[in-house]
Antibody, heavy 119, light 107 residues
Framework: QVQLVQSGAEVKEPGASVKVSCEAS????????VHWVRQAPGQGLEWMGL????????IYAPRLQGRVTMTRDTSTGTVYMELTSLRSEDTAVYYC????????????WGQGTLVTVSS | EILLTQSPGTLSLSPGERATLSCRAS???????LGWYQQKPGQAPRLLIY???SRATGIPDRFSGSGSGTDFTLTISRLEPEDFAVYYC????????FGGGTKVEIK
């Protein structure tokens, strides 16, 4: 069965970086784009960007451009999201999600990773 | 960037009642790229509807989606206890965006 398993919770100081992993299984890793979405406490969903695991092509949300980097490791079926220059407003649950093959919906989601930015 | 506005912010209904949730876009959305998600506390979002009106795998037929252009609707024909949650619409144009969500709560 399709699964996306994310790394555990992180606590970071302002100005630091965080790297969250998302290990995919149960499907052909390179055939499906992966998106990252975050959710601040009590707030809605914010799209961060996507990666094509086949060729590493990425598209980032404009407001995060320059601070976010998405990469992948095809040998382990894992995608990574790194966010730099962290500030308190980056405190959120971060989700990876697989995009359906022929449309733009996100059909499988990771369990979420809480990143807390605090001094 | 296409902005999505969901209304109402909160919908207070009783089990068995019909729920109608609205999603309005700031510019025309390709229907192929409009989806709806359900989220319960402490859980990841769950895909309900893709391509405006197609139910995702395992989604009961009391959930239906409709609309075109800038106006889209999610309808839950008869609310079950497990349907009380927050619902988000989502579109993909040059970038992916979500609406602000509608909370369906028990009256």
């Amino acid at each position: 069965q399709v699964q996306l398993v994310q790394s555990g919770a992180e606590v970071k100081e302002p100005g630091a970086s965080v790297k969250v992993s998302c290990e995919a299984s149960g499907y052909t890793f390179t055939s499906y784009f992966v998106h990252w979405v975050r959710q601040a406490p009590g707030q809605g969903l914010e799209w961060m960007g996507l990666i094509n695991p086949s060729d590493s092509t990425t598209i980032y949300a404009p407001r995060l451009q320059g601070r976010v980097t998405m990469t992948r490791d095809t040998s382990t079926g894992t995608v990574y999201m790194e966010l730099t220059s962290l500030r308190s407003e980056d405190t959120a649950v971060y989700y990876c999600a697989r995009k359906r093959l022929y449309d733009q919906a996100l059909d499988y989601w990771g369990q979420g990773t809480l990143v807390t930015v605090s001094s | 960037e296409i902005l999505l506005t969901q209304s109402p912010g909160t919908l207070s209904l009783s089990p068995g009642e019909r729920a109608t949730l609205s999603c309005r876009a700031s510019q025309s959305v390709t229907s192929h790229y409009l989806g709806w998600y359900q989220q319960k506390p402490g859980q990841a979002p769950r895909l309900l509807i893709y391509d405006t009106s197609s139910r995702a795998t395992g989604i009961p037929d009391r959930f239906s989606g409709s609309g075109s252009g800038t106006d889209f609707t999610l309808t839950i024909s008869r609310l079950e206890p497990e349907d009380f949650a927050v619902y988000y619409c989502q579109q993909y144009g040059h970038a992916l965006t979500f609406g602000g969500g509608t909370k369906v709560e028990i009256k």
